[in-house]
């Protein structure tokens, strides 16, 4: 009985010491929290700590471009971006981000060192994947990818860092661009991706693992 | 010919019932979908960021933090939801009773099964609460044969948490005070997760699968303990707890029950678990183990002497392998667990009162029965909208003539049945051979048209029962009798 008692008062103790905890806090309905700790208490449940994503599901943040993450959060929080994955999961964690926290969750992932792909696939779709991605396909009205993404595909202001992103999560995004008007941020990109066929979206992704 | 039937049935019962499920459904559900239970509207998100392919409960990678967090993660919002479960149950022999009325209550009736009152969400940065309470309309039988409802407190688990990140390392840790050992754990596998669930009070449920043989901690729900945990590196989850009669200042763990339904625990029974949790990719999988030793007094009106205890000891393996990537979501789980009872000593080397065929004394009472129960279920959810599951048990144990409600008389050497056995039926839930063995499968289809609404239709065989294919109680029920077509639609608020 006397152990019992002496946990129930060490709950008692902890309970009283936690009524408030903004250096840990995962409060996403109080303004006062900093963007670094929501990036690392709340967004890193799948995002990873470090901006480095163990699934597919959830793209790799580290050393994205800040503009581009404070795009897509606004976005979220507005509902003016409306693929799945956003609604699903983003637009309910966006919701009350003030434009304060939101630069600071960029700011947060952007200065992560950047992530590196286990790569998949096979040379020869690495390597078309390279060609599309330095050169487009002219004939067939595509840009190179590096003309926005930069060459290294680190991206720039609101291009966004393609970079040793998940493969799965390409694919899934292009398709959003090519096939709807979910994202409608990207007008530039849902021109070319209307021209890309499935074996492009598939190199390309195999490429930007690679990097 | 008799699954012929029985599959025609289940046609039947389709056409029939679920015009009538979907019209129930509706009248639960808001006409705007984005309206969602407290957790949702606590984080904004859908399901099936935390349920596997919308799959309540099972949680996701994310539902596991979420949860080990202490459900604090997102905005206070309006802490309560409700549940509601609307069912038919339909099991294949229903001739092969004494008294069929009791055996299976409201048989290949709908009827609205079960609801639920959740309270709780975030209340600090550090303390989140998950608490429910049940109305059970069919919580207990009147001597007219009615039912009488009961609502009643069900599974509680109140948190504090917190996570510290390092430069390389990073820990989860909380103190949980529940009334239901490993209601705690984030993991399905967990003996108060891995159950199909709810299930029906009508005795026409009694052999679906979330009723069938399930790894369950002896001790429980209904009791009061506090435990610590630690999830390190998001890879070794350590949880140690203790749990002891909920009464005092633990009282509301109970609240709602009638005394003679509260298990009473002798002094403090220990909660152990440790797994051991890897994701890569898409994958995540959990090896863990479960250990709790409980001490239940025989007769929870009676406490005063120490004699009338029954000791448990219980141990389970167990392992979680799930895939998601949209819009796949696949699980497959495995438990093995093993109990050891040992029974007080009055009720131990009791002679029986019933010989072998030969006419000669069979041998006493037991001091302490084991049981061995393996389980396996794989499930699969596509678009969080349509699913499966197929799942196994097998239950194995010693044998103990103390468990027999039926056997050979010596008078006549003919096959009796025992008046004072404690079974609810000498024939649905007999023995003749003192022995638990029971083993079947379960196939489960189910659609979720919106994310906060399940109908499914799940189908359970048996091939042994109770120690037996057939005859399992002496008078000609066999294991294959109990098969059972369970149909349901499930929604939260």
Redesign the interface.
């Known amino acids: 009985m006397k ?2 008692f002496i ?2 008062a ?2 008692a103790a ?2 009283l ?6 250096q ?7 303004p006062a929290i900093a963007g670094p700790v929501l990036a ?3 967004c ?3 995002h990873g ?1 470090r901006g480095v994503s ?4 959830f793209p790799n943040l580290a050393a994205q471009q800040p503009a581009y993450l404070v795009a897509q959060l606004t976005e979220f929080r507005s509902h003016s971006r409306q693929d ?2 956003g ?3 983003m ?3 966006a ?2 981000l003030t434009d304060d926290q939101i630069a600071g969750i960029a700011a947060y992932y952007a200065a992560q060192p950047p992530a590196h792909q286990r790569v998949e696939a096979g040379a020869a779709r690495i390597d078309e994947g390279r060609r599309l991605f330095t050169q487009g396909a002219p004939d067939r009205g595509i840009p190179a990818c590096s003309s926005c993404h930069g060459d290294q595909g680190q991206g720039q202001a609101t291009f966004p860092r393609i970079a040793g992103q998940h493969g ?1 999560y390409i694919t ?1 995004q292009l398709l959003v661009f090519k096939r709807t008007d979910q994202r409608p941020d990207g007008p530039a990109m849902q021109a070319v991706a209307h021209q890309l066929a499935p074996d492009d979206i598939a190199n390309a992704a195999a490429f930007l693992q690679t990097l | 010919m008799a699954s012929i039937a029985l599959r025609l049935g289940a046609f039947r019962l389709m056409k029939v019932l679920l015009p009538g499920f979907l019209a129930i459904a509706s009248m639960l559900l808001p006409s705007n979908a984005s309206a969602i239970p407290l957790f ?1 509207r606590q ?4 399901c ?2 935390c349920h596997a392919g919308g799959q309540f409960p099972e949680l996701t ?2 539902g596991r ?2 949860k080990m ?1 202490g459900y ?5 919002a309006l802490p309560l939801s409700v549940m509601a479960l609307a069912s038919v149950s339909k099991v294949a022999n229903t001739s092969k009773s004494d008294d069929p009325s009791a055996d299976f209550q409201k048989n290949d009736r709908p009827i609205f099964a079960t609801g639920s009152v959740f309270v709780g969400g ?1 209340v ?4 989140g609460v998950f608490t429910q309470f049940t109305w059970d309309p069919y919580a207990t039988t009147t001597d007219s044969g009615g039912f009488k409802g009961r609502f009643a407190a069900d599974n509680m688990d109140i948190r ?1 948490a ?4 390092g430069d390389s390392h ?1 820990v989860i840790f909380g ?1 949980s ?1 529940n009334n239901n050992p490993s209601i705690t754990d984030p993991w399905n596998t967990a003996a108060a997760w891995m159950q199909y669930v709810p299930v029906p009070s009508p005795t026409s449920s009694q052999f679906i699968d979330g009723a069938s043989p399930y790894p369950g901690l002896a001790a429980g729900g209904n009791i009061a303990g ?1 435990s610590a945990y630690a999830f390190i590196d998001q890879t070794l989850y350590l949880e140690a707890g ?1 749990y ?1 009669t909920a009464k005092g ?1 633990f009282s509301f763990m109970k609240w709602g029950l009638h005394d003679v339904d509260v298990t009473k625990l002798r002094g ?1 029974n220990p909660y152990l678990r440790a797994a051991l949790n890897q ?4 994958s995540t999988l959990m090896v863990g183990l479960t250990h709790m030793t409980s001490r239940i007094y025989d007769d929870p009106l009676d406490t005063s002497d120490p004699s009338t205890v029954h000791r448990y000891n219980d141990l389970s393996l167990d392992a979680q392998y799930q895939y ?3 819009p796949h979501a696949w699980t497959a789980q495995f438990v093995w667990s093993r109990e050891t009872h040992d029974y007080p000593a009055g009720l131990v080397g009791q002679p029986s009162p019933f010989v072998d065929a030969q006419g000669n004394a069979l041998p006493l009472s037991s001091p302490t029965d084991h049981t061995r129960l393996l389980r396996a279920k794989l499930s699969y959810v596509y678009q969080a909208r349509y699913g499966g599951s197929m799942s196994l048990f097998d239950l194995t144990g010693s044998t103990n003539t103390a468990n027999q409600t039926s056997g050979y008389d010596p008078a006549t050497l003919a096959i009796t049945s025992n008046a004072t056995a404690a079974a609810p039926s000498t024939r649905v839930n007999g023995s003749l051979t003192g022995n638990p063995a029971t083993r079947g499968a379960t196939l489960e289809g189910f659609w979720l048209p919106l994310q906060n609404l399940r109908v499914g239709l799940q189908y359970t065989a048996y091939t042994r029962y109770n120690g037996a294919r057939d005859n399992y109680d002496g008078f000609g029920r066999n294991a294959r009798d109990n098969n059972s077509l369970f149909l349901y639609a499930w929604t939260a608020y």
């Open positions: 152990t019992f946990a129930t060490a709950f902890a309970i010491a936690g009524c408030a905890n903004p840990r806090s995962r409060d996403l309905g109080n690392q208490q709340a890193s449940l799948c700590v163990l699934s597919p599901n799945p994955a609604y699903e999961y637009w309910g964690i919701r009350k799965d899934k | 949702n984080t904004g998100q859908n099936v960021a990678p994310y933090l979420f967090t604090t993660l997102g905005a206070r975030k600090t940065d550090n303390i504090y917190d996570r510290l990140i990073e103190v005070t506090i203790d002891r200042l403090d994701a890569w990719g898409a998601l990537l949209d």
